[in-house]
């Protein structure tokens, strides 16, 4: 007996040990560049919350999809009104919270009331603030009432922001997430990794391949580069280190995908600090400003120069970027104009991604040339979204916005460039409330040359969407136009 036990156990090693013959994969570890600072995508503004939750731990009505298009997730269907004002869906039935709660049509109501509140962090808080009424006649059915047409509800509705959340658990989101969707958090290690695990209560969780995902927090671009290569990551979406691409390339070990993303990579100025408040102090700050010098020296030449809000993939784009062309003559003036005294010092904060860090200096430099001295402050995420964001305490900030169609942003004047324009902010009401898609775009065209009028910001370029990953790995997105990382599409080969 114990010849036969030994028999079977040294044929399990060899069958192992032999080419060819593996388990199959169901795990993944996914690289990312910044760490959420909580998990909740529906009360704070970073991005990377997205990239870990949405799909995975939460789900919204509707679902944004690689190619931009809008499909049902909680939703099985919708109806829109003729005049874009009611907006009724109808719920898939019998789905749960990962705490057995069941999902109804009230879930949603308090969801939307919630982040349209007063005290609301939601970043999207307008679109919410812009429904009249919810009803729900019964559990699996939602009315939406706009005050005005909202053409762009239903990709409102797919994003991090609309996630849908247990009434129970709302307060408790940032540290133990609570959704409807396929995975649930396992662990958190800050400042290191994160896991979530594959949860068998989802509705089709025989559908889901991978049973463990695990995020790993990697900031600096070299370490990004010896993960990959030890095979300690699986795939990094939003690669920072392009100049290392060239090596991945030539490697048949793994993938590289390059497409557009929704980011909109800007030069933020404090609107409403002088001298910044003065248009032409702006505008010189725009003129002196070289897209194609930033675009190839920090980002290895990836990247598509905008000269407004939106990107080229977006309903609407008109390209701006010659209003304000590499003129520094042009920006001396200005500034001579507005009677500012060089050297004019200004601080220029830069949060971790390499495309801040990296475009901050050669701007710093092309800043210089024109009188303007602006002092590089590295932050971390938290002091950036504190100081930044919050407190509104910077001169100048490099960032991307990577959210779909948020010129709105500009309509809010307490937002974080401190942007008050009336004028604008009359345009934009056209927007929300276009009756069609023709009306739509023009709509959008008069607030992109608005804010480009108005330079408000230096529109530098769109964000590539660049993922390294193992050639064997299937299922991740190539185009992003949000940032997430779909854990149920992705699949071993």
């Given at each position: 007996m114990r010849r036969v036990s030994r028999f079977v156990f040294m044929l399990g090693v060899a069958l192992c040990a032999a080419p060819g013959f593996a388990f199959a994969k169901d795990s993944v570890t996914i690289g990312m560049v910044l760490e959420p600072p909580g998990l909740d995508p529906t009360s704070a503004p970073a991005s990377a919350i997205g990239e870990v939750t949405q799909y995975n731990i939460f789900e919204g009505l509707t679902k944004i999809n690689e190619d931009f298009s809008v499909t049902p997730l909680l939703a099985e269907k919708w109806d829109f009104s003729p005049d874009l004002k009611t907006l009724t869906f109808t719920l898939k039935p019998n789905v749960k919270f990962q705490d057995d709660e069941p999902f109804t049509s009230k879930d949603v109501k308090f969801s939307f009331d919630r982040f349209a509140a007063k005290d609301s962090t939601n970043k999207d808080k307008g679109f919410f603030a812009s429904i009249e009424s919810i009803e729900t006649p019964d559990p699996t059915t939602v009315v939406l009432k706009f005050k005005e047409p909202s053409f762009e509800a239903l990709f409102h509705l797919g994003m991090d922001t609309a996630v849908i959340l247990d009434e129970k658990s709302a307060a408790g989101e940032a540290t133990s997430p609570v959704g409807t969707g396929p995975y649930k958090l396992s662990s958190w290690t800050k400042g290191s990794s994160l896991t979530v695990d594959k949860w068998d209560g989802f509705r089709d969780a025989a559908k889901i391949p991978l049973t463990r995902a695990t995020f790993r927090f990697i900031s600096d671009p070299s370490a990004a580069v010896a993960a990959m290569l030890a095979g300690?990551?699986?795939?990094?979406p939003r690669f920072a280190n392009v100049e290392a691409l060239g090596q991945f390339k030539s490697d048949p070990r793994f993938q590289v995908l390059v497409g557009g993303t929704e980011g909109k990579t800007i030069l933020a100025m404090n609107n409403k600090k002088k001298p910044l408040d003065d248009l032409k102090?702006?505008?010189?700050?725009?003129?002196?400003?070289?897209?194609?010098?930033?675009?190839?020296?920090?980002?290895?030449?990836?990247?598509?120069?905008i000269g407004s809000h939106l990107t080229p993939n977006d309903p609407g784009y008109i390209d701006l970027t010659g209003m304000y062309p590499h003129d520094p003559e042009k920006a001396k003036a200005l500034l001579k104009e507005a009677g500012v005294t060089t050297p004019l010092e200004l601080s220029l904060i830069l949060p971790p991604p390499p495309y801040a860090r990296q475009s901050g200096e050669i701007i710093a430099a092309e800043?210089?040339?024109?009188?303007?001295?602006?002092?590089?402050?590295?932050?971390?995420?938290?002091?950036?979204?504190?100081?930044?964001?919050?407190?509104?305490?910077?001169?100048?900030?490099?960032?991307?916005?990577?959210?779909?169609?948020?010129?709105?942003?500009?309509?809010?004047?307490?937002?974080?460039?401190?942007?008050?324009?009336?004028?604008?902010?009359?345009?934009?009401a056209k927007v929300t409330s276009a009756p069609n898609l023709e009306a739509f775009k023009a709509a959008l065209g008069d607030a992109q040359k608005k804010i480009a009028e108005d330079s408000v910001n230096a529109f530098l370029f769109q964000l590539p969407n660049v993922t390294v990953a193992d050639a064997k790995l299937k299922g991740l997105w190539k185009n992003a136009p949000i940032f997430v990382n779909d854990l149920s599409a992705m699949s071993w080969q």
């Open positions: 300690d990551v699986d795939a990094f102090v702006r505008q010189a700050i725009a003129y002196a400003i070289d897209r194609k010098a930033i675009i190839d020296g920090a980002m290895n030449g990836l990247g598509t120069p800043l210089a040339e024109v009188g303007i001295n602006a002092k590089i402050q590295d932050v971390e995420w938290a002091q950036w979204l504190s100081g930044v964001y919050k407190d509104k305490n910077y001169d100048l900030t490099i960032i991307s916005h990577v959210e779909p169609l948020d010129i709105g942003i500009y309509a809010n004047p307490n937002y974080y460039f401190q942007y008050d324009s009336p004028a604008f902010q009359a345009i934009y």
